[in-house]
Every structure is written in structure tokens, then in C-alpha cells.
């Protein structure tokens, strides 16, 4: 009966979830809780014939959407519910968020369009973290096989392992387009109208659409999201020349794997390179302007993955130093990058390399989207935005009908906190006041092991209690006791939780271990969901599972609690 | 060449390819005009020490035709115990080499000849033929190498300069054109980290990477050189024969060998006895492991654990010079033995009892890397006062070394094992046990001396704190 069920969905769902191959893209999550509804809607009384479920799905469906993939894409996606303008939603810029944001809509009932103006998927489906996790689980792959100690532990022999660079690349670029395709086909399903081109706003709730001639559309809607997303940052000084300095855009490409990479800025974007380079045989220079490297991390988790992620491998850095000029390689010279003190602004060396890759963070791309005729103006290109994505004007007003979300707002550059903002602003137009918990947006970096976190650091955690008046706990374990990881001789690891003693509020998770990335969203979705410590610990966990690592994680926090109020009753069952 | 002043050195690197690139085609390079004056100058074997009568071309850095700027390695000669690299006192051309690799020649006589403009170089090579010395060789070394010239009307004793950079030949291509000639050294992360990791010295490594960069198995190969038994890495002249011996042949000893072989004969003049004692190193070989990271080696744990105990015992340190006398030193230079390619040289730690372990640690890594580039200083392998000789790491319990002539001790220490042992109270134990058997010249110290000498060092060993002082 449940797979009958699973099965009448498979349309939609089965998209959605071969879209979970790629790691931040948030739409499988909103479509997988969408098939969990409907289980539960359904699921529960129902004990007739399969055919009948089936049928009582679709209608329960299109009673209160045009929802159903397959009448929504025979019909188009209905009607504008207000009269006077051509939809009731349109989204700039189809990558994640716009893609999530469009998905909600239509579940919904908005009749939605979304303008892209380069390739559906933008920037983490093209090039970003969907390719670049083909490379890092080739990466991975490698650094294990090539690892003879850790393969002599289980017993294994393996002769030398080697790669074809171009499969690789192949590899990263066939996912980067499947990916894309189901992106497509998915909207295309619901019947979300794709147009094609640049979208500029002409003015409030009026847009226009197309490649900047005479042949540009004008639409109106009702509300309009900008989702125009970023491109790296490139600092000036650095010639990129797409072969020897190259940014993110490039190295996914994998058109090379140089005996001698720099990495300029050493945050998620180039911990992930240095993974893959490294694995690949490359050696490794960070240049990080910081006065060390990996900034942003918990401390101690940073300390810890320096330990296990650089130290034992072909890399070396710089801290506390500018890039101020990167001249690609040409006439037999290598690249030049001249390092400057980043205080004192004084020259300090030369390095000579084989390419340079500048992971430095990236830039709003919010050019070209009309802002001008609608008073706002950007702040170092991202557009201001309150704490619901409406966009602030000049004068500090609320532009009506207007928001941006996604790293074009800045407030949290990642796929999936642009698809949650998305949704978020979804419901409002819908009527339903939302303003998201960025707190609880979990965030990962792949590397082997992997880095993941969510909430706030111990030092903000700190701060924060500093300000508020409330004391802060820390509860730590490690791999080295879980089963499973140590089954998989991976016992290099752990797991941090910053937390309330006085009310088990859960302030900060910080994972650094196997599968960190899949671990953190107990931890994320405890904080979301407002779960306190005292609940979660009589959660109960696979044996044995890498999952254990929370599960002892939480137990092992001490929350000053006369009784946890929630103990479930005795059920004899 | 513009980048030399980005880096901010009047340095020129060495061999651009542009100059390379000269010896066929001559010509183009804008010639200073004011230089009409012309002069072929002779350039000499230098004496490199004073016990030198003749010297071996290692390698000739430069070829038949190339330019040469002041202060430029020319060629690598080799004297009893080091490889040097000998400058160029003049701006020129290398108009014609007269001895060439693998040749011995005299100190003092003509070894190449310099002319000073293009043009001469011809009138050079003509003033060559009439002289005796063979032809051919250069042109085909055309590996750019570093190096100085060393022209001149100088004689042989002027001062030399030995260089910074290494000797030629060796694996690899050019110097790196960023390392300024050796004094900046580009190196890859991993070669840096293994440098580090190996106590190897990169200032020494001619880099095979690409731009003549240090790569990782320059480290390497320099590490193996510096073991013994390490094979390849040898300086040009010497790889013929390195480590595959052509049985039934017979082979004339390296300058080196020579100078080991007299000094063990002249040791048969003093009377020496030998002493041994055992030392239990749980408790060094806990703190070793507590510093190793930050780059403390055991040799240089066990030297300054010498040099304190001599401190103690300044009899220990003295030595006899004329069969009459103690001449006590006043300082304590631990010399340790160290087997490179085709030879035993002994760098010397200098005032080993007042430098910390780190720093001590450090400079022995920088011994033994010139030891094994053969660019020792005199005053790096000469000023030994006592001397260490250790085999512990071949797994060698003990054996008795030969006291260096000129010094009063030496001391052969054997492998750290543990030891099945008895205790006062009745009880058997594992300990680690080392066995160390000085070898001392009687004149001077006598064996209660070695005795109470010995007592100390144990004391100090087993209970290692001020090591780290």
C-alpha cells in the first residue's frame, strides 16, 4: 500500500529526489516532506485498493493546487489568482533558489515565472557545489586507495591507484548536466514558465525580460523575487586567465591538475580545492589574509581539521597576506603572486607557481537588474533586505512587492539558505507571515572528513552570552568511540555542542568526522524545530550508526533541569 | 630578469635562458662600449686550504662561450674534504677550458681562460691549443648550471669565494631563476614539509622540478646522500663509480679518502686505551619523544648531553699537541661522525654545551646537509675537541672508534635496546640500555678519568631535564 502510494507520486518525487545526489541543493528536502505529508494524509485510514489511493491522491491534490505534475504540465500552471498582472510570481535567476522558490509557489496555487538569464541551476548546480562534489568524491576515493596504511588495516591490498584526469572532469560535468536537466524537468513539470534572458525591473511589480535588445518582454506580477545569485570575487590586482589563475568556475573543469596550486583565501571554497588537488597529486599553498587559516570555523574545530586536513598533507600556507598581484604564467615564467603584509600593506614575497586558483569569497551578481529605477541601492553590490528578504530602498523603506533572496542578499551564501528564503518568502505572499531562522541553517564543507556546522560558534556563543547574561556549556565526543566509525577506521573526529545549561537550548553544533555533513541535521532540525537538549537525548538511535556521535553528544550535555518535562509515558505495546 | 628586483636583489639569476641560449648564436647582447680595452686573463686552481697541492674539477658550471658576470660560479673543485665553488672575480666570456671534469691539476696552474670580450674568445681558444692540457669536454655541458667564474690574474691563494648554491651536476636542471642563485629557496610545500620532517637543509638541494624548483625527491635524495649507504645524489664528477664497484678493478682514493687514510695512519702514533659503560635512556628517550617535533634529533640530544658532562670534566676535553703538555680548550666542540658518499666527515657543533637543544638541533641539520653537498667550511669539520661516533641507528650494541688525531676523546655509542636487567632489590626489569666505549689518548686522560667522566654523562642522561635548558 505505501509503495502503491510512492509510486502514484513518482513523477515529481522521483525528480526530486535523484536531485539529492547533489549536496546543498534544498528542493529534494521540500519535495521529500512533501511525500511525507502525503503519506500521513493518506497513509493512515486508508485500506482500500491501491487504484483508489491512487485516484483519492491526485484529487486531494488538484483540489487545492495545480500541483500535479502531470495536469499541471498539460494545463500550464493555471491562472494569475490576481487580476491585472501576467503572474502572480516571477523569480530573477533560476539557480537553487529561485528553483525552490518556484517549486513552493506552485505548491502554492501562484501561476509562477522564472527568468534565467545564463543556465537553469545557476551557480551551485553549474558551478558550484554539485560539480565540485563529483571531484571531491573522486578525491575521496583516491585519498583512501592511495592511503596504503589505512588499506593494509582492513586487509586490502591495492596496487598503485591512478586516474584519467579528463573521466574526472567528464565525471563532474555529466552531474553538473543531469542535475541540471532534472532542475528543468521538474519546473517544466509543475508547469512553472521558464523564460529565457535577462531580467531587469523596470519599475514596481513591472519587469522585463530577454537579451538587453528591442526583442525584450515586458511581464507584470504581483511580486517579484530576485534571485540573481553571485560570481566569485575576484580582488583586484589578480590577472584570471582561466588556464594558470583561475577561479572556481574554472578549476571545476579540471582542464588541469598542476604539480603546484596557491590557493588564495582558505575558507569552505578552498579547504574543498585543496582536498581534491591534494588527492590528485598536486602540492598546496594557501594565502590567507587572515592569521589563520580556515577563519570561520569553530576554533577548535578549525584547530583540529589544520591538524588532519593540512598538516599530514603536500600543503603549505601563508597567513596574515594579501595576494596584491597574480600574473598568469606566460613566456616559460610561472605564475607570479606578490604577497604583501596584510597590515602593514608591506611587500613581503614572491611566490612562483604552476597556477593559482582564487577562492576569495564571492561577489553579488546584481548588475543589470534595474534597481536604479525602483531607488535601491546595493551595499558592495548585495542588495539590503529586512529579516523577511523585503528590499530596503535608499531612504530605508520597504520596497512593496520586492525581495532578494540568496547570496544576492549576502545574509547567508549557501544553495540551500537561498531555497529556504525563497519559501519563506512564498508564504508570506501567500498570506502566511514567515521570517526564517538563519541560526538554523546548517552548513557543510566536504572534505575528507568532512566539516559541518550549524548556529553559533563557542567565541559568538560567548559573546552572545556575554551580552544576554546567560552561562554557555560545551559537550564534546569524538569519533574514536563510535562503532561504526571505527569499523570504518575513521575514527578521526568530533562532535561539538554549544549549548544553555540553565533551559538545554541548543546554541551551536560543530561536527568534524565522517559523513559530518549528513550528521549535522539532527542537530540543525533540533534548533529549527526549537528542540531542547533535554527532549532529544530520549531519541533513540541506530546501533551502530555514525549517528551514535549525537545521540552521546547530547547525552553527555548537562542541562540543569530539575526533571525533563517530556518523558513519554510507559505504552505497553 | 625584471623579477630579480621584485624580489629585491641586485642579484641576476644565473643562467636565463637568454644567456643559454648565446652559445650558438653569439651576438645581441648590448656590449658596454667603453670596454674597449681587451685582455684574456688565466684562470687558476685556487688553493682551498692549506694543506691543498692539487685540486680535482668536479665540474665546470660554465661552458666554452658563455658569459660570465663577477661573482658568478665557475667550476667546482674538489679539496680534501669539501666541493667548492670558485667565483669569478671578472665579467667575461669562459673562452676555454683547460682541465676539465673529472682532471686533477695543480694549485696555481691554468685551469681555464677568460677573455673578456666576444671577440677574443677565438684568441683565447688559439692561446689554448698551444698549450698543453686536452681539448673537447665543455661544449657538451650545456646543463645550466649556477655558478661563478673564477678568472683571474689572481693568484692561486687569493680568496675564493665558495658559493652558497650547491655543486653542478648534480639531478637536477637550473636553479630556480626566482631563488636569486641560491639564496632564496623555492621549494614545493611537500619538499618544504619533508625537509623539515627529515632535518634536511634546502639551501643545499639543486631542485629537478620545473623552473629548477625543490621537489620531494630532491629531499629525498639529498636525505639518502647524507646516510649512509645513500646512493645517487654525488656531485657530477664522482657518479662514474658511485656505488656499483667494478670488481677486480683498482680504485685511487677520492682527495678524501686520501686525508682519512693518513689521519688513521697518524693516529697509530698515540697510545690509546677505551672505556665502556652502559646508560639506561627511558627517561631520554621520553623526552626525546616529547621534542622531537619541534625538531630535536638524538645526536644532537647525545652531544649536548656530552658537552655538559665535559663541562665537568675539562681533562676530557684537553688534548696533547706535543707529547709534553695538556693543552686545555676552551671550548667545547663536540665533532660527530657522519658517513656521506665516498667518505666520513665530521662536522663540529660548536660551543655545543652553551647552545640550547633547538638551536643545536638545527644547526646539525645544517651540518649535515653542507656535509653532504660537500660544502663544509674548514671551521665546520676542523675544531672538534671531542668526538661522537654512533652506529645505534644500524642496530650496532657496540664497537670501538679511532681517536681523530689532534683531539684528547671520541666516544662510539651503540644502539638504545631494551634490556633485560637485574635490580639492587632483587627484582628483573626492561630498561633501554645504551652502550657507549670511549676511546681516549692516555697521555692526557687517564682511565679514572673517563670514569668519573662517564658517571656524569650517566647522571645527566638518565635524568635528562637540563637538556632542555
Known sequence: MQSAISLSLSSPSLIARSSAANDTCPSPLRSLRFCGLRREAFGAGASSAATSLRLASFNSRSQHSNLNGVFAALKGNGAPSSSG????????????????????????????????????????????????????????????LQNEQHMKSFGLQVAAAGYDRQKVADHANNLASKIRSNLTNSMKALGVDILTGFGTILGPQKLKFGKGDSGDKIITAKDIIVATGSVPLVPKGIEVDGKTVITSDHALKLESVPQWIAIVGSGYIGLEFSDVYTALGSEVTFIEALDQIMPGFDPEIGKLAQRVLVNPRKIDSYTGVFASKITPAKDGKPVQIELIDAKTKEPKETLEVDAALIATGRAPFTEGLGLENINVQTQRG????????????????????????????????????????????????????????????????????????????????????????????????????????????????????????????????????????????????AIAMGTRIQDIKFAVHAHPTLSEVLDELFKSAKVKLTAPKTVAKAVPV | ?????????????????????????????????????????????????????????????????????????????????????????????????????????????????????????????????????????????????????????????????????????????AVHPASEGGKRVVASPYAKKLAKDLGVDLKGIVGSGPNGRVVAKDVEAALAAVNVGGGAATTAAEVAKPSGVELGSVVPFTTMQSAVSRNMVESLAVPTFR????????????????????????????????????????????????????????????????AIDGGLITPVLQDADKIDIYSLSRKWKELVDKARAKQLQPQEYNLGTFTLSNLGMFGVDRFDAILPPGTGAIMAVGASEPTLVGTKDGRIGLKTQMQVNVTAD????????????????????????????
Not at chain 2, 303 to 332: E, M
Not at chain 2, 442 to 453: E, K, N, P, Q
Not at chain 2, 458 to 466: N, Q, R, W
Request: charged share 20%; glycine share 8%; with cysteine.
Open chain 1, 382 to 525: 548585495f542588495v539590503p533586505v529586512d529579516e523577511r528578504m523585503r528590499v530596503i530602498d535608499a531612504n530605508g523603506k520597504l520596497v512593496p512587492h520586492l525581495y532578494c533572496i540568496g547570496d544576492a542578499n549576502g545574509k547567508m551564501m549557501l544553495a540551500h539558505a537561498a531555497s529556504a528564503q525563497g519559501i519563506s518568502v512564498v508564504e508570506q505572499v501567500t498570506g502566511n507571515d514567515h521570517v526564517l531562522n538563519h541560526l538554523s541553517i546548517p552548513a557543510a564543507c566536504f572534505t575528507h572528513p568532512e566539516i559541518s556546522m550549524v548556529g553559533l560558534t563557542e567565541p559568538q556563543a560567548r559573546e552572545k552570552a556575554e551580552k544576554e547574561g546567560f552561562e554557555v556549556s560545551i559537550a564534546k565526543t569524538s569519533f574514536k568511540a563510535n562503532t561504526k566509525a571505527l569499523a570504518e577506521n575513521e575514527g578521526e573526529g568530533m562532535a561539538k555542542l554549544i549549548y544553555r545549561p540553565d533551559n538545554g537550548e541548543i546554541l551551536g553544533v560543530h561536527i568534524f568526522g565522517l559523513h559530518a555533513a549528513d550528521l549535522i541535521h539532527e542537530a540543525s532540525n
Open chain 2, 1 to 173: 630578469m625584471s623579477h630579480s628586483h621584485l624580489l629585491h636583489t641586485s642579484f641576476v639569476p644565473t643562467a636565463p635562458p637568454s644567456l643559454r641560449r648565446r652559445i650558438g648564436g653569439g651576438s645581441h647582447l648590448p656590449r658596454k662600449p667603453h670596454l674597449i680595452q681587451s685582455k684574456i686573463r688565466e684562470i687558476f686552481m685556487p688553493a682551498l686550504s692549506s694543506t691543498m697541492t692539487e685540486g680535482k674539477i668536479v665540474s665546470w658550471v660554465k661552458s666554452e662561450g658563455d658569459k660570465l658576470a663577477k661573482g658568478e660560479s665557475v667550476v667546482v673543485v674538489e679539496s680534501d674534504k669539501a666541493d667548492m665553488d670558485v667565483e669569478s672575480f671578472y665579467d667575461g666570456y669562459l673562452a676555454a677550458i683547460i682541465v676539465d671534469e673529472g682532471l686533477s691539476a695543480a694549485v696555481g696552474s691554468t685551469i681555464a681562460l677568460l677573455a673578456e670580450t666576444e671577440e677574443e674568445i677565438a684568441l683565447a681558444q688559439s692561446k689554448k691549443s698551444s698549450s698543453p692540457a686536452s681539448p673537447s669536454a665543455a661544449g657538451s655541458n650545456d646543463a645550466p648550471v649556477v655558478l661563478e667564474e673564477m678568472p683571474s690574474p689572481v693568484p692561486a691563494s687569493a680568496p675564493v669565494v665558495a658559493s652558497v648554491s650547491s655543486n653542478a651536476g648534480a639531478v637536477g636542471s
Open chain 1, 85 to 144: 498582472f501576467d503572474y502572480d510570481l516571477v523569480i530573477i535567476g533560476a539557480g537553487v533558489g529561485g528553483h525552490g522558490a518556484a517549486l513552493h509557489a506552485v505548491e502554492k496555487g501562484l501561476k509562477t515565472a522564472i527568468i534565467e538569464g545564463d543556465v537553469v541551476g545557476g551557480t551551485c548546480v553549474n558551478r558550484g557545489c554539485v560539480p565540485s562534489k563529483a571531484l571531491l568524491a573522486v578525491s575521496g576515493r583516491m585519498r583512501e
Open chain 2, 275 to 338: 672505556v665502556g659503560y652502559t646508560f639506561t635512556t627511558d627517561a631520554l628517550d621520553a623526552l626525546y619523544k616529547k621534542i622531537k617535533s619541534k625538531g630535536v634529533t638524538m645526536t644532537a640530544l647525545l652531544a649536548k648531553a656530552t658537552a655538559l658532562a665535559l663541562v665537568q670534566h675539562p681533562v676530557v676535553n684537553s688534548s696533547c699537541r706535543d707529547g709534553k703538555s695538556f693543552t686545555y680548550n676552551s671550548h667545547i666542540n663536540v665533532a660527530v661522525a657522519v
Open chain 2, 442 to 469: 692516555h697521555r692526557v686522560i687517564y682511565g679514572a678519568d673517563l670514569a668519573a667522566f662517564l658517571q656524569t654523562l650517566a647522571k645527566i642522561i638518565e635524568d635528562p631535564k637540563d637538556l632542555t635548558l
